[in-house]
């Protein structure tokens, strides 16, 4: 390849998720020519739609946290139409599995207090508890505290074994992690509850596709869809059809395990965690409040339960309206020697203990698996010293290199973009690797 050849090419994004879109975003602010390529027939990664039946189907539970910072750099939530969950969630009673509570912020809701009293879940030790954390949340504990220290050890240094923890906490805990161990490091803890203190969980009014969307309408460079990578260096990425695309440099945006394949990172053990999920269709309101439920893991795969159309309408079709027609989200753990198969039929088991005979009425709408939902190696332990130039003039991102979150994702593409043009004029970076951004 000629030098001017090198000196002409683009840079390359593979990778259409969420970090491949952000640094597109931020390489059009620097000037830097790009080509992006996907290897699907979308754009979003882990984030997305579906329409089914007319109905908009996330793919999996999702949500959106306003106060992520990225978010509020790069996205226009106004155009989002972010229509937010309750500011609370529901929890299981203790004797009976069809007995749940709700759980309220009480900054929001003022007899949250009095609520949460009177249900007996919790006494002067929960609240104590509860309180240890608000001191762990600050940043002179978070440098005294191990970034990998393991969350159910932190819970424990803290005194965290009594009943608001074993009931409320930790089941939310593992609905957000995909995980019963807690194994997921006390620094992401620290950055879920404070942005879950900072603002509220919303979804976008026409489903989570609409913030790939956003800013794929952002961004001015070329996006080739359909464009498998097979293997990439300094100056050229080849395509699975036997084509190449010359390269500047290369921005690899795809997820953890083709990473480690294409880079030869060298990662071993399980990089990341499955989750399965179902969209069900019930006549009957199964939740009172357009909140999550997070059931005891004692009972079974199930993770979250929440009533979607209740905090977005317009997930349902337009003749479904104003009837007696709910669309219900369950996520659940997965199964199987490779952990990428559904638990059917433990799900409807679970879901019957806990609504009843009325769960035979609901249709299942939609059903699934998604392979790599949440990486279980993240942050330095895929890019140690924080740098996400890994190679003479191959850089990486994706939420793996930060925080598993949208905010981590947005965060690391914009990051690899300037790092890009840092390396390019041989300046100081401009990021101290730092996680969250």
């Given at each position: 390849m000629s030098a001017q050849l090198d000196r002409d090419a683009p840079v390359v994004?593979?990778?259409g998720g969420l970090a491949g879109l952000a640094c597109a975003n931020q390489l059009d602010k620097l000037k830097i020519e790009y080509v992006l390529l996907e290897s699907t027939n979308r754009l979003g990664g882990r984030v997305g739609s579906e329409k089914i039946d007319n109905f908009t189907i996330d793919i999996g539970f999702q949500s959106y946290q306003e106060s992520y910072p990225e978010g509020r750099r790069i996205l226009d939530s106004v155009s989002l139409e972010l229509t937010r969950f309750y500011r609370g969630i529901y929890v299981q009673g203790e004797s009976d599995k069809q007995t749940r509570f709700l759980l309220s912020d009480p900054r929001q809701y003022p007899g949250a207090v009095a609520e949460l009293l009177a249900t007996k879940l919790v006494g002067a030790s929960d609240i104590i508890c509860f309180l240890k954390l608000i001191p762990a949340l600050s940043t002179r504990a978070r440098r005294r505290l191990a970034l990998n220290k393991p969350t159910k050890e932190f819970l424990a240094d803290i005194g965290a074994n009594s009943s608001l923890f074993k009931t409320v906490i930790e089941p939310f805990l593992s609905g957000v992690f995909i995980e019963d161990e807690l194994?997921?490091?006390?620094?992401?803890?620290?950055?879920l509850l404070e942005r879950l203190y900072?603002?509220?969980t919303s979804i976008p009014l026409s489903g989570m596709q609409m913030i790939p969307d956003q800013l794929a309408k952002q961004i001015k460079g070329e996006v080739r869809l359909g464009q498998r990578v097979s293997s990439i260096s300094k100056k050229i990425v080849k395509l699975d059809d036997g084509s190449a695309v010359p390269a500047s440099e290369v921005v690899l945006a795809t997820e953890l395990s083709t990473a480690n394949d294409l880079l030869r990172l060298g990662l071993t053990g399980q990089l990341s965690k499955s989750v399965?999920?179902?969209?069900?269709?019930?006549e009957r309101r199964p939740l009172e409040h357009p909140a999550v439920f997070t059931p005891s893991r004692k009972l079974g795969p199930i993770l979250t339960i929440a009533t979607i159309s209740d905090v977005a309408q317009s997930y349902l079709p337009k003749s479904s309206k104003g009837s007696d027609v709910h669309l219900v989200s369950v996520s659940t753990l997965t199964t199987g020697d490779n952990g990428r198969q559904l638990p059917v039929e433990e799900t409807y088991r679970e879901l019957a203990s806990l609504?009843?005979?009325?769960?035979?009425?609901w249709r299942e709408l939609a059903a699934g698996v998604i392979p790599d939902a949440l990486p279980k190696q993240f942050g330095r332990a895929v890019i140690p010293n924080g740098n996400p130039e890994i190679a003479d003039g191959i850089f990486i991102c994706g939420d793996y290199t930060d925080t598993p979150?949208?905010?981590?994702a947005l965060f690391s593409g914009r990051r690899a973009a300037i790092a890009l043009a840092d390396q390019r004029s041989s300046s100081t970076s401009h990021?101290?690797?730092?996680?969250?951004g």
């Open positions: 994004i593979v990778g194994e997921t490091p006390a620094s992401m803890t620290k950055f900072s603002g509220p399965g999920y179902f969209y069900f269709l019930s609504f009843g005979p009325e769960v035979a009425e979150s949208i905010n981590g990021f101290s690797p730092l996680i969250g």
